[in-house]
């Protein structure tokens, strides 16, 4: 990468970091320090818990196709100032209600797609990875790292203080964006961002709606644990600021045991090892529904849950990529995205309701069930082998205009070695490739000079 590139990708992913980390860290303390509020309920925490996912859920695809219209940088500062309001209203709430209202104004600012598109305008193709790479890792960083300062900062500063400082960074976020993120010209976002013209196609896809519906599972799970484990763990006389000692711990070790899956993967996503995550999960809760008096045996079973969370949280993202036909990428990251978030809202939902009206231990069988539920849709799942998306430009865009110009193309693209699948975009020449490891891009080059 040149140094364009590296000050691009260190300061998009300084703002994922802080934004995600303003999201994640309320996680596993609201469900004990909202006790404090007046209408305090399982319900209404479970709500402010997920909240946040119902606009992340409505928005993402829009704010995504906005930014093409309005350019990236707009909409990105855009949705952190709405993400920045959000989070001062939650830390001024003295009730529920007004929490849950910040909450949901923090999801409102959906700037994935958006920050996701900044980042292919300013890397170079052979680059592009690297810097997606980076941005990726710091999205997982920020998750550990928040659950860790989460619980410290509220024991310092309360649940207000977590929501302020949430804003503060969101508003420290806005200068990286606006001076540090080089200008770039906006590329063609057929690989990077939804496209209206094919949600039909890839939500109806059935492989995609098998990985839609476990990212929402997963997400839905993951969000009812944090309803339920911080008032867990208070069984053992743990106050709030220590619950750190259980949470580093047990991330430690279970990104030992993703090393582990991913080493037995080879490079490749096998059914197998997707059953395997989802069974560690499903033993989680099954434990956490029987032995929440057992220490040891509630430290086991998150240590088995986030194991499989892991492993799926990164694995999934590869299997849509592979899956999504060339060219339609973006909207299958967009539809896939608009399920994780909705599957926060319905793990807040479902957990507080539960609880409301039953108790903690039935809300964790009921994740236990969805599990089993959760095999039955992944058994129909096609293995597939990774991939890499490539786009060229046609030397002579108006060419791909007529019909038979665009066949006779496509034909000859789809004959050079390694290409998988061929995507036109007849409106600025934009040809989308999805090749394995034998393509061959001078061959590719040769059958674009051609027509």
């Given at each position: 990468m040149n140094a364009l590139e590296l000050r691009a990708a260190l300061a998009l992913a300084s703002v994922y970091v802080l934004r995600m980390m303003g999201l994640f860290m309320v996680m596993p303390v609201l469900a004990v320090a909202a006790m404090d509020y007046p209408d305090y309920s399982p319900l209404l925490v479970g709500l402010a818990v997920g909240g946040y996912g119902l606009t992340q859920a409505a928005l993402q695809?829009?704010?995504?196709?906005?930014?093409?219209?309005?350019?990236?940088?707009?909409?990105?500062?855009?949705?952190?100032?709405?993400?920045?309001?959000?989070?001062?209203?939650?830390?001024?709430?003295?009730?529920?209600?007004?929490?849950i209202v910040g909450r949901i104004l923090q999801g409102a600012g959906a700037i994935a797609g958006a920050i996701m598109a900044l980042a292919t305008d300013v890397s170079r193709e052979s680059q592009r990875a690297k810097v997606l790479a980076i941005i990726g890792i710091a999205i997982g960083f920020s998750f550990y790292l928040a659950v860790i300062l989460g619980p410290l900062i509220a024991?310092?500063?309360?649940?207000?203080?977590?929501?302020?400082?949430?804003?503060?960074?969101?508003?420290?976020?806005?200068?990286?964006?606006?001076?540090?993120?080089?200008?770039?010209?906006?590329?063609?976002?057929?690989?990077?961002?939804?496209?209206?013209?094919?949600?039909?196609?890839?939500?109806?896809?059935?492989?995609?709606?098998?990985?839609?519906?476990?990212?929402?599972?997963?997400?839905?799970?993951?969000t009812l644990l944090f309803v339920q484990l911080p008032v867990t763990l208070l069984h053992f006389d743990m106050t709030l600021e220590s619950h750190w000692s259980v949470y580093l711990p047990v991330l430690g070790i279970s990104i030992v045991g993703l090393v582990l899956m991913m080493g037995a993967a080879r490079g490749r996503t096998p059914?197998?090892?997707?059953?395997?995550?989802?069974?560690?999960m499903g033993a989680a809760f099954f434990t956490l529904s029987t032995q929440t008096h057992s220490w040891w045996m509630v430290t086991a079973a998150?240590?088995?849950?986030?194991?499989?969370?892991?492993?799926?949280?990164?694995?999934?993202?590869?299997?849509?990529?592979?899956?999504?036909?060339?060219?339609?990428?973006?909207?299958?990251?967009?539809?896939?995205?608009?399920?994780?978030?909705?599957?926060?809202?319905?793990?807040?939902?479902?957990?507080?309701?539960?609880?409301?009206?039953?108790?903690?231990?039935?809300?964790?069988?009921?994740?236990?069930?969805?599990?089993?539920?959760?095999?039955?849709?992944?058994?129909?799942?096609?293995?597939?082998?990774?991939?890499?998306?490539?786009?060229?430009?046609?030397?002579?865009?108006?060419?791909?205009?007529?019909?038979?110009?665009?066949?006779?193309?496509?034909?000859?693209?789809?004959?050079?070695p390694g290409v998988l699948d061929v995507t036109l975009n007849h409106h600025n020449g934009a040809v989308y490739l999805k090749v394995d490891r034998d393509f061959d891009a001078l061959k590719a080059r040769e059958v674009l000079d051609a027509t």
């Open positions: 695809i829009p704010m995504g196709m906005m930014s093409d219209k309005w350019g990236r940088k707009p909409v990105i500062l855009l949705g952190l100032c709405v993400f920045a309001i959000g989070s001062f209203v939650a830390a001024s709430a003295d009730n529920m209600i007004m929490m024991n310092s500063y309360g649940l207000a203080g977590v929501f302020a400082i949430t804003g503060l960074l969101a508003v420290l976020c806005m200068p990286l964006v606006k001076w540090v993120v080089p200008d770039s010209e906006q590329l063609s976002s057929g690989d990077t961002l939804p496209q209206k013209d094919q949600l039909k196609q890839l939500l109806l896809s059935p492989q995609l709606w098998r990985l839609n519906v476990s990212v929402l599972l997963l997400h839905m799970l993951i059914k197998s090892l997707l059953f395997t995550a989802i069974v560690l998150v240590v088995l849950f986030f194991t499989g969370f892991n492993y799926l949280e990164a694995n999934f993202p590869a299997l849509v990529s592979s899956i999504a036909p060339a060219g339609k990428k973006g909207t299958a990251m967009g539809i896939y995205a608009s399920f994780q978030f909705f599957g926060a809202f319905l793990g807040g939902i479902v957990s507080g309701f539960v609880t409301d009206i039953w108790t903690p231990d039935i809300a964790y069988g009921v994740g236990a069930a969805c599990t089993v539920l959760w095999l039955f849709i992944i058994a129909g799942l096609k293995e597939v082998s990774r991939v890499k998306r490539v786009m060229m430009q046609a030397s002579k865009p108006d060419a791909v205009l007529d019909e038979r110009s665009q066949q006779v193309l496509k034909q000859g693209l789809s004959a050079v």
